[in-house]
């Protein structure tokens, strides 16, 4: 019987551990898939991330630049209003230069409330925040802004608009 016992044991055996052999293939193989869904949904989830802080970015970016845009806009006014006064100080029109220069008070304050600001224009030409329009002999320094034909304004950290100077060209 031992004989009988052995060859139906070394068959079924064999059969077996191929079965066993063929199951851990079969789990190692799932295993790996599993892995690379799980890396993939890892992969998926830092793209939505990340596409999620890029439109938070351009939406901050899409807002500052229609701030900007209405900042702009009211530049001339601003300006106008500042020749208007000029104008009526000239011709000692009190009560229009005191009005417009209440006018020209207010619009300077909000817009400032906005984040505007003046380029200053004393000292040297900066060519990031300067525009160059003339270039005269003068006492002044070479390279210094010796008159400013118009303002430049900043928006917080932007150049809305270059100031528009005459520098000088030194003693000639």
């Known amino acids: 019987m031992a004989s009988s016992e052995e060859k139906t044991s070394g068959p079924a055996s064999e059969q077996t551990s191929e079965r066993d052999a063929g199951l851990e293939e079969r789990m190692a193989l799932l295993e790996s898939e599993r892995d690379e869904a799980v890396d993939h949904l890892k992969r998926v989830a830092a793209d939505f991330d990340n596409y999620r802080k890029r439109v938070a970015r351009d939406q901050e970016s899409l807002a500052a630049r229609a701030h900007e845009r209405l900042v702009k806009e009211l530049l001339p006014v601003l300006d106008n209003l500042e020749r208007a006064l ?59 802004v010796i008159e400013v034909l118009q303002k430049g304004y900043r928006l917080g950290d ?13 003693s000639g």
């Open 86 to 144: 000029e104008a009526g100080e000239q011709h000692e029109e009190a009560k229009l230069a005191e009005g417009v220069a209440l006018v020209a008070r207010e619009l300077r304050s909000a817009l400032e409330r906005e984040g505007l600001h003046e380029i200053e224009t004393d000292g040297k030409f900066d060519p990031h925040v300067h525009e160059a329009l003339l270039t005269q002999p003068s006492e002044a320094e070479e390279g210094s």
């Open 158 to 170: 932007r150049v809305l608009r270059p100031a528009r100077v005459v520098i000088s060209q030194g």
